[in-house]
């Protein structure tokens, strides 16, 4: 499956962005969607999945802020980012942990 992220950009603390991953076929029976970020200089990490029954799951830094959602009949899913904070600044990538889309870049200043 081909995943295509976008959404991205820059924002300022506290600003909201909307990431969008869309797969090129449906996502109904994928068992795990998720986004990850790598921000320059460190490792990948996951910053929140859904599961196929709507289970999800959130790092730390991003719990209370980001929500992640999913869409079967569109093929989508969803990161909702609030309270950005300079530190969220990275290159998003969301996967079916099998594919990566290309990542979609945001960055938030002070």
């Known amino acids: 499956v081909q995943l295509q992220a976008s959404g991205g950009g820059m924002a300022q603390a506290g600003d909201s962005l909307r990431l969008s991953c869309a797969a090129s076929?449906?996502?109904?029976?994928?068992?795990?969607m998720g986004w990850y970020r790598q921000a320059p200089g460190k490792q990948r990490e996951l910053v929140a999945d859904?599961?196929?029954?709507?289970?999800?799951y959130y790092a730390d830094s991003v719990k209370g802020r980001f929500t992640i959602s999913r869409d079967n009949a569109k093929s989508t899913v969803y990161l909702q980012m609030n309270s950005l904070k300079p530190e969220d600044t990275a290159l998003y990538f969301c996967?079916?942990?099998?594919?990566w889309g290309q990542g979609t870049e945001v960055t938030v200043s002070s």
């Open positions: 996967t079916d942990l099998r594919s």
């Open positions: 859904i599961e196929k029954d709507g289970s999800t």
């Open positions: 076929r449906s996502i109904s029976s994928v068992a795990v």
